[in-house]
């Protein structure tokens, strides 16, 4: 079951409660008898393993299948084509002397 916490807007007092998902929130504060709102918080999450990529759990076909869209698939981003882009300038051949 999961706890939550509540605060009292009229005395200040936090309390934490285990409530089924299916139960009402508490809406009165058992101490003043004020009324209490729910807090909420930020959850600390820490995935572990593998499976966390759309890659790690594909069969090799998927993958395959993958790999081809990925490369067949033209990206509006990039802006510039591999056709655009200037080739590799090829080096001089080094001289030889043959005496």
């Given at each position: 079951?999961?706890?939550?916490?509540?605060r009292?807007?009229d005395?200040?007092?936090?309390?934490?409660?285990?409530?089924?998902?299916?139960?009402?929130?508490?809406?009165?504060?058992?101490?003043?008898?004020?009324?209490?709102?729910?807090?909420?918080?930020?959850v600390?999450?820490?995935?572990?393993?593998?499976?966390?990529?759309?890659?790690?759990n594909?069969?090799?076909?998927?993958?395959?299948?993958a790999?081809?869209?990925?490369?067949?698939?033209?990206?509006e981003k990039?802006?510039?084509?591999s056709?655009?882009?200037p080739?590799?300038a090829?080096?001089?051949?080094?001289?030889?002397?043959?005496?």
């Amino acid at each position: 079951m999961p706890t939550y916490e509540y605060r009292c807007a009229d005395c200040g007092r936090e309390l934490e409660v285990q409530q089924k998902f299916s139960d009402d929130p508490l809406t009165v504060c058992p101490t003043c008898q004020g009324r209490l709102n729910k807090v909420f918080s930020a959850v600390g999450v820490v995935f572990k393993g593998s499976g966390f990529y759309a890659t790690d759990n594909r069969s090799k076909k998927d993958k395959g299948k993958a790999a081809s869209e990925k490369s067949g698939g033209k990206s509006e981003k990039s802006g510039a084509k591999s056709a655009d882009k200037p080739k590799k300038a090829d080096k001089p051949k080094k001289a030889t002397s043959d005496s």
